[in-house]
C-alpha cells in the first residue's frame, strides 16, 4: 500500500504535530480556489493542512478493504492502492523538491522520517502474525509466512509474491501479509528517488521534468507491454508502477514555483476535481477481479488522482474535506495494514467462505486497532524527536534485521515442526512441502536439468500436462522407479498436453500462444527420444468462464464459451496429441482430471490436529466445525456436469484408439455415491484440485504396469 508520507513537510513542519495537524496532507502548495496554485517560500500558509489529501486516503482504503470483503459493487476496489501511489509520489516529491531548492535536503533526515512514519506501525502487524502463526499455523503454513515476514522486514516482499503467483487467485487470500507488496513497492521509491533527485537537482526545472517525464513514459509503456506477457510481474514490480509514483512527483515538480496569485477559474477547477473525483469512482465500481491490471486501465485512475491532488478548494475536494473522510484517512496507514491479516488469518482457519457477519466483525476490529495503532503507536514514534539521526536509522535497522530473523527461523526449521509434530509429517509425507522444479511456468520457461535426463539403456516414460500431472509426478516416479523405467517430467502451468488446442485463461492472455509453443516443442523433443516407450498423460481438463479450450491462435473472450464447445475443443486436441505421439511409436496413457472438491482437506486436518485452532474457531464462528462428514463428499458436488461431459469425450476417444490406457481417478476415489477425501491417516489432496502423494499413488495403483509393457 502507500506511503502515507504524513511527514511530508519535513523539518518545517514537525512543530504542527503539536498542533493535532497531520503533515501527511501538508505541503509546500497553497490551493486556494485554482489549479496548482504556487509556491514561492515555505510561508505558514502555504504549509497549511490539506484535508481532502486524507479524505482522498479514506476513499482508496475504503475501496481496498471493500474489495477484500468481497463487496459485489466494489469489484474494482483494488485500484486504490494505486491512489495512494499517486499521493505518494506527489507528496514526497513536493518535500525533496522543496527542501532542495532551499539547500536544506539531507538524504539521512529524508530516511529517519520514513522509518518513523511507516516501520513502527509495520512492527506491531508482523508480530502480531509471527505470534499467530507459532500460535495457529500448521508448521507449512508457519514456514510460508515466516519467508514472507523476511522479505517484508527487507523491503522485498513484492518480489516473493511475484514468484507465488497472480494476486488474484483464491490461494493469496491465504497470506495473510500480501498486502504489504505495496508497502514494498513505496519503500523501493524511497531509496531510489531521493538519490535520482540528487543527480538531477542541477537541472533547470523543465529539464528535470522532462526526464521525470520521459522516465513515466518508458515505465508506463513497460507496464503496457508487460500486462499480456507477464501480468504477475506487472502487478508487483516496482518499474512497472513507477509511473503512478511519478505522476505524483510531476505534479510536485509543475507546482513549484507557479504565481500564487495568478488568474484562475473557479468553474474550472470545480470540473477539474468532479472529473477526478468520478474518474475514480468508475474504475472503483467499473473494473473487475481478474483484469488485466496495471496498464493502460490504470491511466483514468491515475490522471483522477492527479486531478484531485490538483484542484485544491474544488467541489469534490470539498466533499473529501468531511470529517468523517478525514478522519477514516487519518487512520488509513493502520487500517490497511490491519484489516488484511484480520481476513486471512480467519480464511486459514475457516475451510468455507466467511460469514457477513464475521466479516463485519473483523472490520470492526480493524477499525478499533487502527485507532490504537495511530494514536499509540504512529503519532508518538512520528512526533518524537532525535538529536542523533545515525542513530536512529540503526535502530530501526535493527528492528529490522530482529524480525527478518525470526521470519527467516520459521522458513528455514520449516515452521518450527516441534509444536506439531504429527502434522508436520502428514504435510511433509503428502508432498505438500516439496518444490516443483519442474513444473515450467511464464517467468521460469526453462526445465531444470534432472526433469529430462539424457537416455539410457532402460526405457522412459514421460509425464506431459499442467501443476495436475506434476501433482502425480512423485507418485509416477516412484512406479516407474520399481518398474526399471527413467522418468521424463515435462510439465507446465496451465498447459494441458494437447495439440491444435490451447487453454485459454482470463488471467493470462498470452498463454495461448506460449503453451502452444511449449506443447510443440514437447512433441518435437519427444519424437528424437526413441527410449521413451510411454507418455503419461493428465492435466486441469475442467471447463470454466476462467478457463475453456480453444484452438491455437484464438484471440478474444473465451469466457462465454459452452462447456459442450470447450469438451469438443479439447477432444479434438488430445486427440492430434495422442495420435502424434503414437505415430512416433510411443504407448500413451491418459488420465482423466480427479473430482474438484468445494475445500481444502488439509485445512480441515490442520483443524483438527491443533486443538487452539479449533477454540479460535469456534471464537469466530460461535460455533465448532462439524467435520463428520469431511472425509468424503457427494459425489454430485465433486463431480460437475462439465466434468462429466469431459469424462464421455475420454472414453470415446479411448475408444478411437485401441492402444491407449485410460485411467479414471473416480474409480479409486468415488464408490457408492461418494469420492474420498481422506481416510483417517492420510489425506488424498494437496488442495482442492490436486492430488496429494497420498492420493496420487492411490490413483496409479490401479495402473496395471505388466499388461504395459507387454509387446
Given at each position: 500500500m ?94 525533496i ?87 514494498a ?113 490504470a ?127 502428514m ?25 529430462a ?24 516416479r ?65 471447463s ?19 462447456a ?20 512416433d ?12 472438491l ?46 462429466q ?36 491417516t ?25 499388461a504395459?509393457?507387454?509387446?
Amino acid at each position: 500500500m502507500s506511503e502515507y508520507s504524513r511527514d511530508v513537510v519535513g523539518d518545517l513542519t514537525d512543530s504542527l504535530d503539536s498542533k493535532s495537524m497531520d503533515e501527511s496532507a501538508s505541503v509546500s502548495v497553497t490551493h486556494r480556489s485554482g489549479l496548482s496554485e504556487g509556491l514561492r517560500t515555505p510561508t505558514d500558509r502555504q504549509k497549511r493542512y490539506r484535508p481532502d489529501i486524507d479524505g482522498l486516503r479514506a476513499i482508496a482504503v475504503l475501496s481496498v478493504i471493500g474489495f477484500h470483503c468481497g463487496v459485489p459493487w466494489l469489484g474494482g476496489g483494488f485500484v486504490g492502492v494505486d491512489i495512494f501511489f499517486v499521493i505518494s509520489g506527489y507528496l514526497i516529491c513536493s518535500l525533496i523538491y522543496r527542501e532542495m531548492r532551499q539547500g536544506t535536503f539531507r538524504i539521512s533526515r529524508f530516511y529517519e522520517r520514513r522509518f518513523k512514519r511507516i516501520l513502527p506501525a509495520l512492527f506491531v502487524v508482523l508480530a502480531f502474525c509471527l505470534v499467530c502463526a507459532y500460535l495457529i499455523l500448521s508448521p507449512l503454513e508457519a514456514r510460508r509466512l515466516g519467508g514472507t515476514a523476511a522479505a517484508t522486514a527487507l523491503s522485498l516482499s513484492n518480489f516473493v509474491f511475484n514468484k507465488q503467483g497472480n494476486y488474484f487467485v483464491a490461494f493469496a487470500e491465504q497470506n495473510p501479509l500480501l498486502m504489504t507488496w505495496s508497502l514494498a513497492v513505496e519503500e523501493q521509491f524511497y531509496f531510489v528517488f531521493p538519490l535520482l533527485m540528487i543527480a538531477l537537482v542541477r537541472l533547470r526545472k523543465k529539464y528535470l521534468f522532462a526526464v521525470l517525464a520521459g522516465i513515466c513514459v518508458f515505465s508506463l509503456a513497460v507496464s503496457i507491454r508487460s500486462e499480456f506477457r507477464r501480468p504477475e510481474w506487472n502487478f508487483y514490480m516496482p518499474v512497472t508502477r513507477a509511473w503512478e509514483l511519478g505522476a505524483g512527483a510531476l505534479l510536485a515538480i509543475w507546482e513549484a514555483g507557479r504565481l500564487e496569485h495568478r488568474r484562475t477559474y473557479k468553474w474550472l477547477v470545480n470540473l477539474s476535481s468532479l472529473t477526478g473525483l468520478l474518474l475514480i469512482l468508475a474504475c472503483v465500481f467499473y473494473y473487475r477481479r481478474g483484469m488485466r491490471f496495471p496498464g493502460y486501465e490504470a491511466v483514468p485512475l491515475v490522471l483522477g488522482s492527479v486531478l484531485i491532488l490538483a484542484s485544491g478548494g474544488g467541489f469534490a475536494n470539498r466533499i473529501l474535506s468531511t470529517k468523517p473522510l478525514v478522519g477514516i484517512g487519518l487512520i488509513s496507514y493502520s487500517l490497511y495494514l490491519w484489516h488484511w491479516p484480520l481476513l486471512s488469518f480467519a480464511r486459514i482457519l475457516i475451510p468455507a467462505p466467511l460469514p457477513p457477519v464475521l466479516i463485519g466483525k473483523l472490520m470492526a476490529f480493524a477499525f478499533a486497532a487502527a485507532v490504537a495503532s495511530y494514536y499509540l503507536v504512529e503519532r508518538p514514534f512520528r512526533s518524537r524527536t532525535y538529536k542523533h539521526t545515525g542513530r536512529v536509522l540503526l535502530s530501526y535497522g535493527a528492528v529490522v534485521c530482529c524480525f527478518a530473523l525470526c521470519g527467516g527461523v520459521f522458513y528455514v526449521t520449516g515452521g518450527l515442526p516441534i509444536r506439531a509434530r504429527e502434522l508436520g509429517e502428514m504435510e511433509k509425507l503428502a508432498g505438500l512441502t516439496g518444490h516443483s522444479p519442474c513444473l515450467v511456468t511464464a517467468d521460469s520457461p526453462s526445465l531444470s536439468p534432472g526433469c529430462a535426463p539424457p537416455a539410457s539403456s532402460s526405457d522412459s516414460i514421460a509425464l506431459l500436462g499442467d501443476s495436475h500431472a506434476e501433482a502425480v509426478a512423485s507418485a509416477l516416479r516412484h512406479f516407474a522407479s520399481i518398474n526399471g523405467l527413467q522418468t521424463l517430467d515435462l510439465t507446465r502451468t496451465n498447459c494441458p498436453p494437447i495439440r491444435g488446442t490451447s487453454r485459454w485463461v482470463a488471467l493470462l492472455p498470452t498463454n495461448v500462444d506460449s503453451c502452444a509453443q511449449f506443447n510443440k516443442a514437447v512433441l518435437d523433443y519427444l519424437g528424437h527420444r526413441n527410449d521413451v516407450r510411454f507418455v503419461f498423460i493428465t492435466g486441469n481438463f475442467g471447463s470454466s468462464p476462467n478457463g475453456n479450450f480453444v484452438p491455437d491462435g484464438f484471440k478474444g473472450d473465451a469466457s462465454h464459451m459452452s462447456a459442450r464447445e470447450s469438451a469438443l475443443n479439447l477432444e479434438r486436441g488430445l486427440d492430434a496429441e495422442i495420435t502424434a505421439l503414437e505415430s512416433d511409436g510411443k504407448r500413451v496413457i491418459l488420465m482423466d482430471d480427479v473430482p474438484i472438491l468445494s475445500f481444502d482437506p488439509f485445512r480441515v486436518a490442520r483443524y483438527n490436529e491443533l486443538p487452539i485452532r479449533r477454540w479460535v474457531t469456534k471464537l469466530l464462528l460461535g460455533n465448532a466445525l462439524d467435520n463428520s462428514q469431511m472425509n468424503t463428499v457427494p459425489q454430485p458436488e465433486a463431480i460437475t456436469s462439465a466434468a462429466q461431459l469431459t469424462s464421455m469425450r475420454l472414453s470415446s476417444l479411448a475408444a478411437s484408439h485401441p492402444l491407449l490406457t485410460l485411467i479414471d481417478p473416480k474409480a479409486s476415489l468415488c464408490k457408492d455415491g461418494r469420492c474420498k477425501v481422506a481416510d483417517g491417516t492420510s489425506v488424498y489432496y494437496a488442495d482442492n484440485q490436486h492430488l496429494s502423494l497420498f492420493g496420487s499413488r492411490l490413483v496409479l495403483s490401479q495402473l496395471d504396469w505388466a499388461a504395459l509393457k507387454a509387446p
